[in-house]
């Protein structure tokens, strides 16, 4: 014992302390699949490192970040200008939250394809739902803080949507707006919601979607006809794919990098909410194939009003990815055929309405 | 002053040169770097007599040629031929500055490639005693390029006291010479063992394979524990306002002039450091998990490092090609004078033959107008009309007397009157040239077309 490296004593100490033994045992015995699409299962782990990021920034920006309708906007520009390292520190944030957003969506499709919602996994695929949306919630009430012209217009026409909703559309509205128009209520409730509920929300979520995962292991794709040797082998998650895994939130961190340092956020015009609308307001690019596909519907279906039945289409999306698991169990080849085929058409429409609306 | 222009429209020559310079920098450097790791890997196997590593050295050793032959052999006369048109000034005055150097560079490096050329070939057809000793003669023969090319390469951005005595020693051991020297070599060691990765990360006996991993990453170590120590060696010897330009106001609003270098700065830090644990936690720690595609995104980041890091430097240099002595446009300093008191178009001995070779554009009517020679020859060398550092985009909403106003700003010699002074060349010529460089670049930004004529 007296010999023993200062580390190992430390370690020592602290698993009689806090009865540690369980969780080395699980480590040591925890495995991962290895097969050829084994590169996915880092896609999760992306995702947390980026969400970590975001907390972290979010807190600093948090320092100098004044919610109120006069100061915002003057905040935001002197951490861009005046407080040492603001500018990376907000790029960062900004660029984090887009990069994060992007790996979520890479992560969904991912376990999708990869049928990794199917029992006993569909707790595991449902949070993650709830987690995406929640994501969305960050972005949608994140964009709006910094007040400039384009991020108070694109918000007016976020709410303007969400008011279309069936039944509680407009009930939702008057609560993110806090009366009839964009104002310092909304300011202030994107505020409460974007540092405080939304993450109130996400942790336990996060926790239990950690813990389901970690509780039943990594979920493997059922092998193909040309999938061949390494079908069926496995390596140890610790130390072997979590350093796999530092290597790639390494890389994602450096790709993060070269977006801050050679593309820093900027900041619009002050918004006024007198002022027209600017041509060409758009949403953030993942609200875009949303919006796009809303701008092609004609104002009414039938007797559904045009955006109505485009948010009744969009819950309808949302809706069959939740109870996908509980359809396409692995029993039926035909319901399994039919997930992927509804997959992959969401995800095309998703990538063709994006790039529609960004080049529109 | 010599050939007004080379037009690379959108991109800019200075990126024409730069692209090919970067590429032809990861090349040069693994041909130094790479013949090092060569000699010494092979110094390992001879010791140990030890048959996997010579099996391993022949499958590198070619890898090692492709790389270094056909992509050294594209980019390197590239470079020349774009520098002798993007900065014919430029050029010229390296060559005759250094002609003997220049000879010397040019038969070490023929040197280099035939003994490279024979150490591949030779492999299992000499003793491996004297195929040891062509791998230390390529080592030592490729080591000679880099101190030769060095000593020019440095003195571009530190000439030093050469600027007073003229001395063509004191231009060569200029003040960045063994900093640079010394950084180049550790950077190549950093370079070679990344490379090296890529040919590990395919070895089959997974024992071995695991050995070379670990081998190779702990060529990058020297880098990151002596690099910073020489790092602050080689900026303390940079002239002081090069850095200042790049760093302040950085901190405070990452935009700015030149602040693209700091921000650039920055990354080739963040990247660095990130490459350290990289190396760390992959080939040397789990050497099982290091793949052939992880090699290849590993050394993507250490090429972008090297890329960055050479693009720093030679911005660090702005608004020179050498500096305190001759502008970017390849305006000596002394001339600015000269060409202030008698006109740019008596001073430029190409002026008058510029007509005939200058494409005419749509919207300048039938003869090219004064005004677009004196832009393309003092400041197309950093600007482009529409593309890179657009001078539509950085004339903005300016008019003629605006333009016209910030020319006569940009003419100052005096830092008091000219914000710009240590950014950009000052602006050299007559009112007249003046009058019609603002006429010209006002064609750029404003939609009202003048027709001017040459002949005026």
Redesign the interface.
């Known amino acids: 014992m007296i010999n023993q490296p200062a580390p190992k004593k430390l370690l020592d100490w602290l698993s009689t302390r806090l009865e540690l033994e369980p969780f080395f045992y699980f480590a040591k015995k925890k495995t991962v699949p290895v097969h050829k699409h084994a590169f996915w299962y880092y896609m999760g782990g992306i995702v947390l490192v980026l969400l970590i990021e975001q907390v972290v920034t979010g807190l600093l920006l948090m320092v100098y970040y004044i919610p109120e309708l006069r100061s915002a906007h003057a905040s935001i520009l002197s951490i861009?200008?005046?407080?040492?390292?603001?500018?990376?520190i907000r790029?960062l944030h900004s660029w984090g939250a887009n990069l994060m957003v992007f790996f979520v969506f890479v992560h969904l499709f991912s376990t999708y394809f990869m049928k990794a919602y199917r029992s006993p996994r569909e707790l595991t695929w449902l949070t993650g739902l709830v987690l995406l949306v929640i994501t969305f919630g960050f972005g949608f009430t994140g964009y709006l803080l910094p007040w400039d012209e384009m991020s108070f217009f694109a918000t007016k026409i976020g709410i303007d949507i969400a008011s279309k909703t069936p039944l509680i559309g407009e009930s939702l509205a008057n609560v993110l707006r806090g009366g009839t128009d964009i104002g310092q209520h909304t300011l202030s409730r994107f505020f409460a919601i974007h540092v405080m509920l939304l993450p109130l929300l996400l942790m336990p979520l996060l926790g239990i979607h950690l813990w389901i995962i970690q509780a039943h292991g990594m979920s493997e794709p059922e092998p193909g006809p040309t999938d061949t040797s390494d079908e069926g082998s496995y390596?140890k998650f610790f130390?072997?794919?979590i350093?796999?895994d530092?290597?790639a939130w390494?890389?994602i961190?450096?790709l993060l990098?070269?977006l801050v340092?050679?593309m820093?956020w900027g900041i619009g015009q002050q918004a006024d909410p007198f002022a027209p609308a600017p041509i060409g307001i758009k949403p953030e690019w993942y609200f875009l194939a949303m919006f796009q596909f809303l701008k092609l519907l004609p104002p009414t279906v039938g007797p559904i009003e045009g955006e109505q039945f485009g948010m009744m289409i969009f819950g309808g999306i949302g809706l069959v990815f939740a109870l996908i698991p509980f359809f396409d169990t692995g029993a039926s080849k035909a319901w399994a055929r039919i997930a992927t085929l509804f997959g992959q058409a969401v995800l095309l429409g998703f990538i063709v309405f994006t790039i529609w609306g960004w080049v529109s | 002053m010599n050939y007004p222009f080379w037009v690379v429209p959108y991109l800019g020559s200075g990126w024409a040169i730069g692209i090919m310079s970067i590429i032809h920098i990861f090349v040069s450097h693994f041909a130094v770097g790479g013949g090092i790791f060569l000699a010494f890997t092979e110094q390992l196997a001879y010791t140990r007599q030890d048959e996997r590593i010579y099996d391993y050295l022949k499958r590198h050793s070619f890898f090692f040629l492709l790389v270094t032959t056909v992509f050294g052999a594209v980019t390197g006369p590239g470079i020349w031929w774009a520098i002798s048109l993007a900065s014919p000034n430029g050029t010229q005055f390296l060559i005759q500055n250094f002609t003997w150097f220049w000879a010397l560079e040019y038969l070490a490096f023929a040197a280099e490639l035939s003994t490279f050329f024979v150490y591949y070939y030779t492999w299992n057809r000499v003793s491996r005693e004297l195929h040891l000793r062509l791998a230390w003669l390529y080592f030592g023969i490729s080591i000679c390029t880099l101190v030769l090319i060095n000593g020019i390469i440095t003195f571009m951005l530190t000439p030093g006291s050469w600027l007073q005595t003229h001395n063509i020693w004191q231009a060569f051991f200029n003040p960045t010479y063994w900093p640079s020297n010394f950084l180049r070599l550790l950077i190549m060691f950093g370079l070679a063992g990344m490379y090296a990765l890529i040919t590990s990360s395919r070895i089959r006996d997974e024992n071995f394979r695991a050995y070379m991993l670990r081998y190779s990453a702990r060529w990058l170590l020297p880098i990151f524990f002596l690099g910073p120590i020489i790092g602050y060696w080689y900026f303390s010897q940079i002239p002081q306002a090069a850095i200042q330009n790049v760093f302040t106001g950085i901190?405070?609003?990452?935009?700015g002039n030149f602040s693209?270098l700091a921000?650039?700065t920055?990354?080739a830090l963040?990247?660095s450091g990130?490459i350290l644990?990289?190396a760390f936690?992959?080939p040397y720690?789990?050497p099982?998990?290091f793949s052939f595609k992880?090699a290849l995104?590993f050394l993507s980041?250490g090429l972008?490092v090297t890329g960055i890091s050479e693009w720093t430097r030679e911005m660090l240099r702005k608004p020179y090609v050498v500096y305190g002595y001759m502008y970017s446009n390849g305006i000596r300093k002394e001339q600015i004078a000269q060409i202030n008191q008698v006109g740019f178009f008596r001073s430029a001995a190409w002026a008058a033959a510029a007509r005939p070779v200058i494409p005419e554009p749509a919207t300048m009517g039938p003869v090219v107008g004064k005004g677009e020679v004196i832009f393309r020859y003092q400041c197309m060398s950093c600007h482009t009309q529409t593309g890179y550092r657009s001078m539509k985009r950085l004339l903005g909403e300016r008019d003629r007397e605006a333009i016209h106003g910030f020319l006569q700003i940009l003419r100052q010699t005096d830092p008091e009157k000219n914000p710009y002074h240590g950014i950009m060349p000052p602006l050299a010529g007559q009112d007249e040239d003046v009058e019609a460089l603002a006429d010209y670049l006002n064609t750029i930004n404003n939609t009202q077309k003048q027709k001017l004529s040459y002949a005026e």
């Open positions: 861009n200008s005046q407080i040492e390292f603001g500018w990376f790029s390596e130390p072997t794919f350093l796999k530092f290597m390494l890389l961190l450096n990098a070269i340092t050679l820093p | 901190q405070n609003s990452g935009v693209i921000r650039a920055y990354l963040i990247l990130t644990i990289f936690v992959g720690l789990n099982k998990g992880t995104l980041c972008l």
